[in-house]
């Protein structure tokens, strides 16, 4: 069974930096894509970034190009979003998905394996 755990989520003034991290158990983290979504509220959910299983191959939302950066580490199952210079639009709860696809230059997510999600609020 997979199991999904993001964390570093919190509240951060505009301008401010945070790094997510999320870590994979029960799956070989280390052949599958990941990807990053987010949820504002009252918002459908969006994705924001994702990696291929090699990390040769990133994707960004255009909102955070420049900004947000998307890493794995497949020795600890753990892939990571540096969020830098973050804008209060850049508030919602983050989850990870493990396992999709790319498709027309972005990321499908698989439709099981997600994580609970962590809440970041940009806010003075």
């Known amino acids: 069974q997979v199991r999904l755990v993001e964390s570093g989520g919190g509240l951060v003034q505009p301008g401010g930096s945070l790094r997510l991290s999320c870590v994979a158990s029960?799956?070989?983290?280390?052949?599958?894509?990941v990807g990053w979504f987010r949820q504002a509220p009252g918002k459908g959910r969006e994705s924001v970034a994702a990696?291929?299983?090699?990390?040769?191959?990133?994707y960004f939302i255009d909102s955070v190009k420049g900004r947000f950066t998307i890493s794995r580490d497949n020795a600890k199952d753990t892939a990571y979003l540096q969020m830098d210079n973050l804008k209060p639009e850049d508030t919602g709860v983050y989850s990870c998905?493990?396992?999709?696809?790319?498709?027309?230059?972005?990321?499908?997510?698989?439709?099981?394996?997600w994580g609970q999600g962590t809440q970041v609020t940009v806010s003075s």
């Open positions: 998905n493990l396992g999709g696809h790319f498709s027309g230059g972005r990321y499908i997510p698989h439709r099981t394996f």
């Open positions: 990696i291929t299983w090699t990390g040769d191959t990133t």
């Open positions: 029960g799956r070989a983290f280390s052949r599958y894509a």
